[in-house]
């Protein structure tokens, strides 16, 4: 009898990952759990898919060239740690960040999803990203068609 491959816990968040990348809301939901708890502190804590299908969708509609750099990932058993960078555009503003995640992960779903980031080194990111837009916009005006 032929064994079922399974994936340790640690491939199924780096899946997760690669699925958020590339705005993949049904890849990513894949890989959790129905009841799953996500909470993106420092906003409120959602709890199911359904919810979780909702913030990412509304995700991938407002960002658009998405990267995540994962520095560093450790697993201990069902629970796996990352550290990350994420960038990406809102419209004209790019934005990118650090953010620390924690993961359970049971019988291959994710069941729990945990971020931090630091709310000030976001808006900070925002902020500059508004002003470089507003650079490059101002530029174009003082050129000719």
């Known amino acids: 009898m032929a064994q079922l491959a399974t994936r340790g816990e640690a491939d199924v968040v780096r899946a997760l990952i690669t699925a958020l990348q590339r705005a993949d809301v049904e890849a990513a939901l894949d890989l ?75 019988d291959g779903r994710i069941t729990l999803w945990r971020e931090r980031l630091d709310i000030a080194e976001l808006s900070f990111s925002a902020l500059k990203g508004i002003a470089q837009a507003s650079l490059q916009i101002e530029s174009r005006r003082g050129q000719t068609p």
Not at 43 to 66: D, E, F, W
């Open 32 to 106: 959790v759990h129905d009841d799953v708890v996500f909470h993106p502190y420092p906003l409120p804590q959602m709890r199911g898919k359904p919810a979780v299908a909702r913030q990412l969708a509304l995700i991938a509609l407002l960002v658009k060239n998405i990267s995540i750099g994962t520095h560093n990932i450790a697993s201990n058993g069902h629970v796996v740690l990352t550290e990350r960078t994420h960038s990406f555009d809102v419209g004209p503003v790019p934005i990118e960040f650090w953010t620390w995640g924690t993961f359970e992960v049971v």
